[in-house]
């Protein structure tokens, strides 16, 4: 019953910037880590940043000094703030989270993906 839903991909010139964001909902009691992957066709996902709830950061080598991760616990959404934009980063952006989520009395805690967002820099 959870899920995560990515918006903000797009089509960017190099140098330009693009803010990506995930919404997680349904039946959560909690939400632990959260990250953001990439994904080239043909290439294994990797890790771009991720987030503990408390606010802790951490960033992938090639988009340090690019990228901020960020997150609003109210809202149950983390963003994505892509700047400086190099025609490699182009991708496929997921969402990542562990959550925990309650529902008919049962607590189960699992890892979850967002859909995937297409980000493409091109000139």
């Known amino acids: 019953q959870v899920q995560l839903v990515e918006s903000g991909g797009g089509l960017v010139q190099p140098g330009g910037s693009l803010r990506l964001s995930c919404a997680a909902s349904?039946?959560?009691?909690?939400?632990?880590?959260m990250g953001w992957y990439q994904e080239a066709p043909g290439k294994e996902r990797e890790l771009v940043a991720a987030?503990?709830?408390?606010?802790?950061?951490m960033y992938g080598d090639t988009v340090k000094g690019r990228f901020t991760i960020s997150r609003d616990n109210a809202k149950d959404t983390v963003y994505l703030q892509m700047n400086g934009l190099k025609p490699e980063d182009t991708a496929v952006y997921y969402c990542?989270?562990?959550?925990?989520?309650?529902?008919?009395?049962?607590?189960?805690?699992?890892?979850?993906w967002g859909q995937g967002t297409q980000v493409t820099v091109s000139s």
């Open positions: 990542n989270a562990e959550i925990t989520a309650y529902s008919s009395g049962v607590y189960s805690t699992g890892n979850y």
């Open positions: 349904g039946s959560i009691f909690a939400i632990n880590g």
């Open positions: 987030i503990t709830r408390g606010g802790s950061t």
